[in-house]
């Protein structure tokens, strides 16, 4: 596996790939790998194309100045997972290499970014738009899968391809789940043994969710469930928990309004935030 520092490092054999009529297939981490990022790596491996993974813990999509500083950072174990899945390239730029100047772009993507994640993140998605357009320029690829845990994230990079007139082909993947069903995420190790434990009860209540909706119970009474039920513990702070359209994100009052609808939840397990979702059709 190639590991690659300087931009111009990696147009030198990305070009020699591109001549060759390799296509490239691109999965942009932060790094803190897990078996979701690996399974990304695996698709992309899987439909034949020469596959690059970038680390970069991206400065601009914090808006929690210690959420940055505390995020984890494990580079050795990535590049061993990475040499293990078969991972052809990575790209560990420094903050220089991305960032030369500073990037005062300011992208707009309407309601999607003012909701959830944007609501209670404000900038993050901006911050995510920069990075994310910067590495697809220096990269190039024909394909670039991404996780749906992160599922507003995953609209937005679509919307930024459609935006920027990019001719990169977004595959959004499944979640990769624990045992006990909790969404595998880099923050996960941050999580004590007690949180570990609390942290599992926010799939169980997705897939409740899931149950009452599918009995045509009212939005507004799942969303009381779920808020009483984290309620109970001092353990837990819930952010928010929206059930919205799947194709646009609309927050739902009547489960009529759209064919299928998706549960999202944003909660606090002590101090770490976890976000997950569901399909509820």
Known sequence: MLILERNSELKIHLDRIRAESRQIGFIPTMGALHAGHISLINESKKQGLFTVCSIFVNPTQFNDKKDLEHYPRTPDQDIEMLRQSGCDALFMPST??????????????????????????????????????????????????????DYQQVMVIQALVKQLNLPIKIVPCSIIREPDGLAMSSRNKRLNKEEREAAKLIPLLLNESKVLFKAQKPISEIKAFIASKLAQKTIYKLEYFEICGSDDLHILTNKNEV???????????????????????
């Open 96 to 149: 220089e290499e991305i960032y030369p100047k500073e990037d005062t772009r300011i992208f707009n993507f309407g309601e999607l970014e003012t909701l959830l994640e944007g609501s209670h993140r404000p900038g993050h998605f901006n911050g995510v738009a920069k990075v994310v357009s910067i590495l697809f320029d220096k990269v190039q690829p024909n394909v670039a899968f991404f996780g749906s845990k």
């Open 259 to 281: 064919k299928e609808g998706i549960a999202l939840i944003a909660c606090f397990v002590g101090k770490i935030r976890l976000i997950d979702n569901l399909i509820l059709d």
